[in-house]
Every structure is written in C-alpha cells, then in structure tokens.
Nanobody, 115 residues
C-alpha cells in the first residue's frame, strides 16, 4: 500500500516562508507525476504545483514565482517551498502521486496565513 505523508504545515504571518514535505513509502520515481494541491474552506481542491518524471514543473497562476516544487529521490520526498505567503494561501495542502490510472493522496497538512 503506497503511503504519502505530508508535514510542515503551520500558522505563519503574511510575507513569511514555509516548506512542506511529502514523504512517500515508495520510490518517488514510481509515480508518473507528483503534485501539491490545496483546498480552502468552502472551496474546491485546486492544483498548486506538479512535477513529472522528466522534472517538468507546472504551477497555478497565483503561486507562480512564489512557490517552488522539488523532489529528493534519495529521501523519497517531494517538497513545496512557499515564499511571500498571502492570506489567500490558507488551505489544507495535500500531496498527490499518480501512476497509470491510479492516484494516491496524503492526509493533508494545514497552512494558515494571517496578517
């Protein structure tokens, strides 16, 4: 059973930085792509950033230039570096891994950004 476990969520002030981690029970190159998604209260889950096997990254427009997705194969860990955080970044952030027609999700980690 593949498991993805997020960590690093916290309550921070606007303008601060935070790094989220997602550790996989499988080699992260097992997945065709991995990504970070978030869901704010009362809103649908949305894509934040993704990275595929070739290392090609994709970002949501409102995080482009502020967030960076990266991975460490040796640690089987996916990261999301978040800079210049805004109150609208407040959400539960979840890690996703996709392979063939299956998707795997972590339990999520809360990020709260306040003024």
């Amino acid at each position: 059973q593949v498991q993805l476990v997020e960590s690093g969520g916290a309550s921070v002030q606007a303008g601060e930085s935070l790094t989220l981690s997602c550790t996989s029970s499988e080699n992260i190159f097992f997945f065709n792509s991995m990504g970070w998604y978030r869901q704010a209260p009362g809103k649908q889950r949305e894509m934040v950033a993704t990275i595929n096997l070739a290392g090609v990254t994709n970002y949501a427009d409102d995080v482009w230039g502020r967030f960076t997705i990266s991975r460490d194969g040796g640690q089987n860990t996916l990261y999301l570096q978040m800079n210049s955080l805004k109150s609208e970044d407040t959400a539960v952030y979840s890690c996703n891994g996709g392979v063939l027609r299956r998707e795997y999700w972590g339990q999520g980690t809360q990020v709260t950004v306040s003024y």
